[in-house]
């Protein structure tokens, strides 16, 4: 038996996208290993039969539902691991995320299972599922092989496209599960506080996103005024380091805890091109980007690089601009 | 309060990393920094101490390594730490992330601390799991990416960005939180500080000493094989534009533009 477990994070009633593509990619690879896959969500009375049925639709043949607190992720390592021990899945699959990252490390520690972060690629090899990962700095790739009964893989964020199959309606399984002391002692106070305006980057064709490059929350003006000047569908984005240092909102962030877009143009200003941002703007059609620092990764995948002063280059460049659109 | 704060050494970003074809593991010849997100999880702590709103009674480093990681725990100690424990034995060679965190739980086990702090990611490797499996293996509840930590009534009030926003989380002590390097400004280790670390105890520990299963750790006791190392498929390299007119550069930019009809 080599089924594929995956978890499914929702919130408010739906189902997270990163979530859906492990389902779909544990339903592609589990069929080629001669396994099924089946899916575990943690939650309130959100999680409706509906719901839950609902991810047959991306593969999943059975869905294991435990009731308990969302967002936390020791609750669903407890569920998960007793659905394990129950049912012996060889592989468990999580998308990419933050709470994918620690229930994933929480099981590898619980089953004492080998775990994969920031897999890309899954394919099957001997009946056993292969996971692919890059490493220092996306340079090379590493192929992870698991030994024992249970291997534990993390997608990057995005990896796993969801895509529905002709799977029809998923069994639902309630769980009757003991938390484990720990497990209970953390409580979600908040949860998907929004900070700061409430901005739309997903439906731009042109972005203008600034980085702690730009040195003041103030020169994120400039960022404004390049944008203003592109005209039509375009917008202002950040990145982590500059929204959780207040410079610029939240709704505007790309990267692993933000958004993921793709427009047609992305300008980077002062953005070292971190991993974490990459993947949030990695499918963009043209990437420019101007940073100071020469040895700045984002130029490794930057389809025109500037090296040289924020401060000089985005007025001029503005300027230029407004003069293209005006003649 | 009893504070441990798991610091790890990692390659310094100026030199170029690579694997050792022979042993499939990081070449680990050219490191000599303690990771930079450690240095938050430490200045996390000296906050805890300096905020009044609890006694810290002792901040104690602990790393998991060969010979020379003891500059990371002299970094650490000079960062604020009173005193440090290095966790180093042969048998724990090869570990994967499960071992290694097996392993770390259980030297920071014998100190019985109220709170574990460590940096969120590694510039070397694993990215914010450690946290999370050395909770597991001390049964405290856990969180990671914090970015706000406030200490009050044997709880903490944590919070960080998770996928839908911000989260609020209250954690009840003891426990371990894996900080982001949005938490704070580390400081910078005075001269006098730098000098005086090596006086500070460093106590050496084998993996016997503090329980830890040989069959559970090393290249053995690990339950996942890194192998095959390759380039990925490489994306042409973009053109680069070095800007030493201005105005000649802005219009590069602009006829690039252009020829896309970007504008």
């Known amino acids: 038996m080599a089924d594929v477990l995956t978890y499914v994070l929702h919130y408010e009633g739906e189902l997270n996208k990163n979530s859906l593509g492990a389902v779909s990619e544990g339903a592609a690879r589990a069929s080629e290993i001669g396994g099924e896959c089946h899916a575990v969500v943690v939650g309130g009375e959100d999680l409706s039969d509906h719901l839950c049925q609902s991810l047959g639709a991306y593969g999943a043949r059975k869905v294991f539902r435990g009731r308990g607190p969302e967002g936390l992720a020791q609750p669903v390592v407890d569920v998960m691991a007793k659905v394990i021990d129950e049912h012996g899945h060889a592989y468990a699959l999580f998308g990419g995320g933050l709470l994918g990252f620690e229930i994933g490390a929480g099981l590898a520690a619980r089953k004492h299972a080998g775990v994969t972060m920031e897999v890309i690629s899954v394919r099957a090899e001997d009946g056993k599922l292969v996971a692919e990962r890059p490493i220092l700095q996306d340079s090379q790739i590493s192929v992870s092989r698991y030994k024992g009964d249970l291997g534990i893989i993390i997608g990057r964020i995005n990896a796993f496209e969801a895509r529905t199959v002709d799977g029809g309606s998923a069994e639902v399984v309630d769980v009757d599960v003991e938390y484990s002391p720990w497990s209970t002692q953390a409580e979600m106070v908040e949860r998907g506080e929004q900070r700061g305006a409430d901005v739309d980057i997903e439906g731009a064709d042109i972005l203008v996103a600034g980085g702690r490059g730009l040195g003041t929350a103030e020169n994120f003006k400039l960022a404004e005024d390049l944008a203003a000047a592109f005209g039509g569908n375009s917008a202002v984005a950040a990145t982590r380091a500059v929204v959780d240092a207040g410079w610029y909102p939240y709704a505007a962030q790309i990267g692993q805890t933000g958004k993921t877009v793709a427009p047609k143009l992305y300008l980077a200003a002062g953005i070292s091109g971190a991993i974490q941002h990459k993947v949030g703007m990695q499918s963009s059609e043209n990437i420019v980007a101007i940073n100071k620092d020469a040895g700045a990764p984002i130029f490794e995948f930057s389809d025109l690089g500037v090296v040289g002063d924020l401060n000089k280059i985005l007025p001029k460049l503005t300027e230029a601009i407004k003069a293209k659109k005006g003649s | ?263």
């Not at chain 2, 938050?40 to 480093?61: K, L, Y």
């Not at chain 2, 006086?199 to 890194?226: F, H, N, W």
Request: aromatic content about 4%.
């Open chain 2, 1 to 263: 309060m009893k504070i441990c704060v798991l610091v790890k050494e990692v390659p310094d970003a100026a030199v170029e990393k690579r694997i050792d074809s022979s042993t499939g593991r990081l070449d680990r010849a050219g490191e000599k920094n303690l990771n930079p997100y450690d240095t938050h999880a430490i200045e996390a702590a000296m906050q805890i101490r300096e905020g009044g709103a609890v006694e810290v009674e002792e901040i104690v480093a602990v790393t998991m390594g060969p010979e020379s990681a003891v500059r990371a725990l002299h970094k650490a100690v000079s960062l604020g730490a009173d005193r440090s424990v290095h966790l180093s034995d042969d048998a724990l060679a090869g570990s994967d992330v499960a071992a290694t965190g097996y392993a770390l739980a259980k030297a920071v086990e014998k100190e019985s601390p109220d709170l574990v702090l460590l940096g969120q990611q590694s510039d070397d490797g694993e990215c914010y799991t450690i946290g999370a499996v050395v909770a597991d293996h001390l049964r405290m509840p856990s969180l990671t990416q914090v970015i706000k930590m406030d200490v009050a009534d044997g709880a903490l009030r944590c919070e960080r960005q998770a996928e839908y926003g911000y989260d609020t989380v209250q954690v009840r002590l003891p426990a371990v939180i894996s900080v982001g390097d949005a938490i704070n400004e580390p400081r910078y280790p005075s001269l006098k500080a730098i000098m005086g670390a090596r006086k500070k105890p460093l106590e050496k520990v084998a993996a016997g000493e503090v329980g830890i299963d040989a069959g559970l750790v090393g290249e053995d006791g690990s339950r996942v094989q890194c192998g095959d190392f390759h380039a990925p498929e490489a994306k042409p390299p973009g053109r680069i534009i070095e800007d030493e007119d201005t105005n000649e550069t802005v219009e590069q930019i602009v006829a690039w533009l252009e020829e896309r009809k970007l504008i």
